[in-house]
């Protein structure tokens, strides 16, 4: 049996032909996949970037949020520790005598009480007849005033508590 040498040359150019084509084509399609992941890496890239860029500014916002309740939050304690400071103040001078509280009387209703009617140099009602409170009923009156005031303060802190967090969740990006 002869070999036909045309034949295994032939089929030999082809092999040749063929891996060359498949070697060709590897590293054509190699180099496009390569550039491909390298836009891939890039575009992940930026996203991260902007997310954490987008992150950042978020917890600058919350952090701006939180410095700005906190001096309310200062704010709403001084506005209690002063109305305290001035109801222990009142309530000790009405203690003390040093200061009564009066109450206007309709001079038509007087009738026969025997106040006075003569006004102090200080005063500004001329004439007007008035009755002194009884010191624990002075007491109590301002003891409701006292509650009055620091629910105002109250409901003014949760105002504003409020209005800076609905203004926070409603700010522009």
Request: glycine share 6%; charged share 25%.
């Amino acid at each position: 049996m002869a070999v036909p040498w045309k034949a295994v040359g032939l089929l030999a150019l082809v092999l040749i032909g063929a891996v060359s084509a498949w070697q060709f084509q590897d590293w054509r399609y190699g180099k496009q996949l390569a550039e491909q992941a390298r836009l891939h890496a890039e575009t992940l890239n930026d996203l991260t970037q902007a997310a954490a860029t987008a992150q950042q500014a978020e917890q600058n916002k919350r952090l701006a949020l939180e410095q700005k309740l906190a001096a309310s939050e200062q704010t709403h304690y001084r506005k209690m520790t002063d109305a305290q400071r001035d109801q222990d103040r009142l309530r000790d001078r009405l203690a003390t005598a040093d200061l009564r509280l009066s109450v206007l009387i309709d001079a038509d209703s007087a009738g026969g009480c025997d106040v006075p009617k003569a006004t102090g140099a200080g005063r500004v009602d001329h004439g007007v007849v008035r009755a002194r409170l009884d010191p624990a009923h002075a007491q109590r009156i301002i003891a409701i005033t006292d509650t009055g005031d620091r629910g105002l303060i109250a409901l003014q802190a949760c105002q504003a508590y409020v209005k800076a967090v609905s203004s926070a969740a409603h700010a522009p990006p």
